[in-house]
């Protein structure tokens, strides 16, 4: 990642062919090894085929991403940037990162938001037409005399995404838990941008001077990036990190007969405190703000964004780091109990 930047900024043929050879050992190292857990898992169920689809759409869109890089180090391979570079953000954004977020989602939200399950026809079809759809739409892009399929394709992803979002949101509506949860309003915010998102783009659709205008793909792109997939990794961290913290201490505390020490591991609360986490959703909500005029209007308004983004994530570190230091601490504390 850092040659791949380097090479981009210092417009280094050199640095980008090292890091096409490392980006591709990277990513086929981490689908060679997820495919093969995948394959090996007891039970198949609507998550593991969103998975196993989200790694071959990686594979699809890393590969469009390599041929791409590829024509920047070694300037003779020929090349149709324009619809290959359309390609890979596709594969990448609604594939890659799309049906992986779905298809964990059919996991974790009822698990952690305590909300009821998902529907089964929409658990048993969604991804495997999410897929099917990218594949439609890179077909019609690739043979512009059938440019029906990519309107096709594009059709049965906004579908897909206006219908996941809507579910999701109606299943967190029906939650048995009530109590306020930034887990919860960063999932929230991701569905209502991915409603933004497929009402843009059918405006774009219906309205072809907002289509022909090049910064509705940068907006569209930037704001599912940015608004969608930033908030879901956001919010399951806040959710996960505090979960594996306890899970593992309390773990320890049982393994090594501590129960009648009477020390208590720290709960998921006291692992990351509401206020810390609450600091960091304002600073993100200033983020997903700040983008569509950011990405329309740049100048100032980017400027904003940036430091808003920086301010987040410099939050967001130190609220991991502080989890990790806290169950470091513990550990400790229990090992120390253990030797005594």
Excluded at 104 to 128: C, D, H, I, K, S
Excluded at 137 to 165: D, H, K, N, Q
Excluded at 183 to 192: H, I, K, S
Excluded at 296 to 304: E, R
Aim: hydrophobic letters at 60%; one cysteine or more.
């Amino acid at each position: 990642t850092v040659a791949l930047a380097a090479g981009f900024v210092l417009a280094a043929p050199a640095v980008l062919r090292a890091a096409a050879g490392l980006l591709a050992a990277a990513v086929g190292l981490l689908a060679a090894a997820a495919l093969f857990s995948l394959a090996r898992a007891p039970r198949r169920h609507a998550a593991l085929l969103g998975m196993a689809l989200a790694l071959l759409a990686l594979l699809v869109a890393a590969g469009l991403g390599l041929w791409l890089l590829a024509g920047h180090g070694w300037p003779q391979v020929l090349l149709r940037r324009g619809v290959l570079t359309d390609l890979h953000a596709t594969w990448a954004l609604l594939g890659w990162i799309g049906i992986l977020v779905s298809g964990v989602a059919f996991q974790v939200v009822p698990m952690f938001q305590m909300t009821p399950e998902y529907p089964g026809w929409l658990t048993r079809t969604l991804n495997g037409t999410v897929f099917a759809a990218l594949l439609l739409a890179t077909a019609g892009l690739l043979w512009p005399a059938a440019r029906v399929l990519e309107l096709c394709g594009g059709l049965l992803l906004a579908a897909g995404s206006l219908l996941f979002a809507v579910v999701t949101l109606d299943l967190q509506r029906r939650r048995k838990r009530r109590l306020a949860d930034v887990t919860l309003d960063f999932w929230r915010l991701a569905m209502g941008v991915l409603l933004v998102l497929v009402a843009t783009w059918v405006a774009g659709r219906l309205w072809p001077p907002l289509a022909a205008d090049p910064r509705l793909q940068l907006l569209l792109g930037g704001l599912f990036l940015l608004g969608y997939a930033l908030s879901v990794v956001n919010g399951m961290l806040y959710k996960i990190v505090p979960f594996l913290v306890w899970f593992h201490l309390q773990n320890r505390l049982v393994q090594g007969q501590l129960m009648a020490s009477g020390h208590r591991v720290p709960n998921m609360k006291q692992v990351l405190p509401p206020a810390w986490t609450r600091r960091q959703f304002v600073l993100h909500c200033a983020v997903v703000a700040l983008t569509p005029p950011a990405l329309w209007w740049p100048g100032a308004c980017a400027w904003l964004l940036a430091l808003a983004l920086a301010a987040s994530m410099a939050v967001l570190l130190r609220n991991l780091v502080s989890a990790a230091r806290l169950y470091r601490s513990q550990l400790a504390t229990l090992e120390a109990l253990a030797a005594a």
